[in-house]
Structure formats: C-alpha cells, structure tokens
C-alpha cells in the first residue's frame, strides 16, 4: 500500500540565482496544478533585494514565506511538493537545508545572465547528495546567450553534464519557439500562453515542408542543422544517469509567458524520482519500509510574539505519519504526539490524519525542535545529510542588559536551534560567538531577541574567514586546542570549531598540524560518533 503512495509523489525544489524567475515559474507550476486559479496569487517570497534593515518588511516577507514554504498539488494523478527556497542570500543556509528534504531539483537558469553566484553555490549543495537535476533555461523571449554557449557554459561552470530536452528557435523578438527533441514536436512561441492552451504541433519528418511552413526557411534549416548535431553529440537520455545526478535534461522557455513549462512539467512528473530514501547514522532507511520515520528540515518561528509556538517541518522518509500517533523524538529520548499535524495542499494549512513518504508535515512546536531531529516509531537512529557549513560572518554576542541574561541565553539557544545562525561558544570560557551567512541575519537576532525574549544585545564584528570542525588523533587535537586557544570554540553540540582569521592562517595550521583534519561542514559528525 505504501508503494503506490510512493509512486504517486514527487517532491523537489525549484532553485536559481534571485531574479532568474523561479516564484514565476513556482507560480505557472501552480497554474497548471489547479492550486491557483490566476497568475498573481503567488507573491513573491523573496526577500526583497532592497531589504536590508527593514525589520518589519523582512518579518512580513518571512511570514508570506511561511504560507508558501510548501505547495502541494496534484497533476496527472501525482502529488507534487514543491519546497520553496528563500531567494535572498543571507537566508542561503535555509535554502541548503531544505535541499536535504527534496528528492530532486529544477534549477533556473536566465538565458540572459547564464551561470550566476548563488546558481554555482547552489548546484554545489545538490552534488553533495546527487540530487537529480532539471535544467530550465528562462527569459527566452530576450536576447540572451547563444544556446550552445549556454549550454557550454553551464556544463563548464557548474560541472554539470547537460542533455537537452527542447531546443529553443531564436530568441528575444525573434524567438519562434522551442523544438521537443524528445517527441518531435514543434511548440510555438506566443506571448502570455495560458495555461490550457496546447499549441505542439507534431513533426513527422523533420526534413518535410511542415517546419518551413511554421517557422520559415531559414529557421527550419537551422534547426535541422542543431538537431542533427544535438541528437549526434546527446542521442537518447539515460534515465538512469539524470537519477543519479550525473546528468541533467535541460529545457527551454519563458516562464512569464507560460511557455515551455508545460513541457517541463509533463517530464518532470514521468521521470522524476519517487520519493528516496535517506541515510541514518545507523542505516540507510528505505521509504517502502512499514515503520514511520522523517526529520525536521526547517524551523519557523510564530510571527505573533504573544504565541511563542513555531512550527517544524517534517519529512516523512518512510512508512506512514500518523496524527494522535506516539513518535519517538530520538535525540530527546521522548514520546511526543501531535494533533493538529497539517498539510500544505493547495495553501491552505489542512489538518492531516496521514502522511506518506516526501510528504512534508507542519507541527507546532513548542521549543522541542532542532533542525535534524529525527522521528521513528521506537528505533535510535539520526538521519544525516543535514550538515552544517562555516558562517562567512562573525560577531560576538554582546549582553547590553545584564537583568536579562536568562532570556537572552534562551533567545540564542532558541533562535540558533531554528537555524537562523550558528552560536559558537568559547572553548572552556564563556564567550558567545553567533556566525552568520548574511548581515541581514544579525539584525532578525537583534530585533527578535528584543522583541520575543526582551533581551537587547550588540554585536561586536570580528574578522574570522571560516569556522573549521576539527577532528583527529586526541593528542593531536588536545595539543592545538591549547596552542590555538583563542580561536577555538565549541559549536551548540560541543564539537570542536577552529575559527581561522584568513584563508593564510587555515592553509599555515593545516601544514603544520597535518594529525588534525579540518572540515568545512559539520556533517562528518556522523562518522565521529558511530
Ligand atoms: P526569482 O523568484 O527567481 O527572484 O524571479 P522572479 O520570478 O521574481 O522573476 C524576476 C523577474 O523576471 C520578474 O520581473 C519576472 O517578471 C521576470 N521574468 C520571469 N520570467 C521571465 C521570462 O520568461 N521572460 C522575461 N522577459 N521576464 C521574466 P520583475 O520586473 O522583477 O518583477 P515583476 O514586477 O514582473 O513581478
């Protein structure tokens, strides 16, 4: 019974540098699902590039960000989750962490501005797990980069290997529209497409009169030409290979003009992965399995300061999530049961009776949580795959209110186990460290920290480059944890951090101390404690 669930899920993530068009295209993908009716009823989530100090417009994005965290809808008989992914920088780790909850991802790329910062950063995060990737080239309606270069430099900046899919006639004003190479046929371009419209037109015989008397003589010739080096140099997709993350079919459109997004979406949901399964430090656990099991990938805080709740987000990995059902919350050792768990169909926040394997259940939470924690019906184990990486900004914690000490340490403890930012405590000392991705950051912590805990602090820049997890012979370690003194921290689970001053000083201690071993996520704990 659990296989046919699987079967009919689908759960990925859009992801692209900001202003690339991933809310248009969540939006058109939503259009298509039925789960909106009209374009526009998707607001866009992304904090606002402009958006630098303005604490009330980033909590009031954060809490749109909230509602449309996951969108759920069916197409073809598929239920299909859709994690959002913060578009801000400052807000990369959530993003990073959210990839750790999908089971694939369909990357946006502008034919304009090709490979750009956070889209290397962010294909990066997926190598890491393999995650199968679908390329969606954007903005074809301007005169973008040639499609070959694209498709060049893609592969040679994000080293990924590419196999198109649709290949584009023209662009900007003259863009006529993209051939399928996969059906053979012909899909014309017309400005604000609506989303029933099917304008393919299949080719037969891509030598024959039809395509010229569509596209004129000159395109025509030009597309023969591209195909028959496009199908020499690809020929058919490996399925296969794009599961494995090795190679990525790529399509081309215009999301704002709701075209070529059907195409995308029809194979998507044919090859997609079901939902995987997910390694454990004890295991690796199959989603067919019959017991329960899921993490919580993302924490979000109540926006109302005068309900402290948050709600967690779960994966289900396997078996079947029960409300009123007694869970084991592994790391507290602890029964917990929830009963208002809800789901995220079509925006609107449903209770849920069950769950099935990627599927991502809301559940209020009352401070139990802490991104990673791992539910299961009895047996121990933790899921991985969730690490952590260094902050690229530190700042020490300054306590302006001594009366409110308790409630700030509660406040940090709190708002670091959300994972807004990472608290970095002195080795042995008292010293409190938060490191962050972006500035924006700092300023959530001091707004919420005064606002939710009444607690006021500063923030004392420091000039670290990268928080290193070190590991290696005790000797070794107990020796350059006393040397090293100054720069050596404790992150929230007591592991060791050195927090290196430039990328000089980390290649000097790394020469001179080659027993010890420095990690730039966390994620090696796992092997530590096994
Ligand atoms: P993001 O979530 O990746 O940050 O991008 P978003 O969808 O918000 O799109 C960024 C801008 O690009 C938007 O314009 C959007 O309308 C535009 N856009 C998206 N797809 C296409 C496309 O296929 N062709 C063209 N020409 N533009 C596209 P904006 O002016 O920033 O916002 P808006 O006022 O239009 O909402």
Not at 114 to 124: S, Y
Not at 244 to 262: H, Q, T, Y
Not at 272 to 297: L, N, W, Y
Request: charged fraction near 25%.
């Amino acid at each position: 019974m659990n296989e046919k669930e699987i079967a009919a899920r689908r759960t990925f993530a859009i992801i692209s540098h900001p202003d690339a068009g991933k809310t248009t295209l969540t939006e058109k993908l939503l259009l298509f699902g039925g789960a909106i009716q009209v374009a526009g009823a998707v607001k866009s989530n992304k904090i606002k590039k402009h958006a630098t100090s303005d604490f009330m417009e980033i909590e009031r994005q954060r809490g749109i960000s909230v509602a449309t965290s996951v969108m759920s809808f069916a197409y073809d008989d598929i239920l299909i989750n859709l994690l959002d992914t913060p578009g801000h920088k400052d807000f990369a780790e959530d993003t990073y962490r959210t990839l750790t909850a999908v089971d694939s991802v369909i990357l946006v790329v502008d034919s304009v501005n090709g490979v750009e910062d956070q889209t290397r950063k962010l294909v990066e995060v997926c190598r890491m797990r393999d995650t199968p990737i679908i390329v969606f080239v954007n903005k074809l309606d301007r005169d973008g980069k040639m499609p070959f270069d694209l498709l060049d430099e893609i592969e040679k900046e994000l080293k990924l290997s590419l196999h198109p899919l649709s290949w584009p006639i023209n662009m900007g004003k003259e863009f006529k529209g993209v051939y399928n190479l996969y059906d053979s046929s012909l899909n014309l371009f017309t400005a604000n497409q609506k989303s029933t419209e099917d304008n393919t037109i299949p080719i037969a015989d891509i030598d024959g009169p039809l395509l010229a008397e569509r596209v004129g003589e000159r395109d025509a010739n030009q597309l023969r030409e591209d195909v028959e080096l496009l199908q020499g140099v690809y020929g058919e997709l490996d399925v296969d290979a794009y599961l494995s993350g090795a190679v990525c079919p790529v399509f081309f459109g215009s999301a704002v003009n709701n075209f070529g997004v059907k195409e995308l979406l029809d194979t998507f949901i044919r090859i997609a992965p079901t939902p995987q399964g997910r390694d454990t430090d004890k295991r690796h656990v199959e989603p067919t399995e019959p017991k329960f099991t899921g993490f919580i990938f993302k924490i979000h805080a109540n926006l109302d300061p005068r309900h402290r709740d948050r709600i967690a987000f779960l994966r289900v990995c396997s078996g079947r999530f029960a409300r009123n059902t007694y869970y084991k919350h592994t790391r507290l050792s602890k029964d917990v049961r929830f009963s208002n768990p809800y789901s995220f169909m079509a925006r609107e926040k449903d209770v849920i009776e069950e769950a099935y394997p990627g599927d991502v259940v809301g559940l209020f939470d009352t401070g139990n949580f802490k991104i990673g924690d791992t539910l299961t019906e009895g047996e121990v184990m933790q899921f991985t795959g969730i690490p952590v990486f260094s902050p690229e900004i530190f700042k020490e914690l300054v306590n302006k209110d001594p009366m409110k000490t308790k409630q700030l340490e509660k406040g940090v403890q709190q708002l670091t186990d959300e994972g807004v930012a990472q608290l970095f405590t002195q080795h042995g000392g008292n010293r409190k460290i938060i490191g962050c991705v972006g500035e924006l950051q700092f300023e959530v912590i001091q707004y919420r920290l005064l606002q939710e805990y009444g607690a006021s602090c500063a923030f004392q820049p420091l000039s670290f480059y990268k928080a290193c997890w070190i590991t290696g012979e005790k000797k070794a370690v107990e020796d350059f944890v006393r040397f090293k003194q100054n720069n050596i921290m404790e992150d929230k689970d007591g592991n060791l951090v050195y927090l290196a001053q430039s990328e000089w000083f980390l290649n000097t201690e790394r020469q001179n101390n080659p027993d010890i071993e420095f990690h730039f996520t966390s994620e090696f704990k796992t092997a530590m404690t096994q």
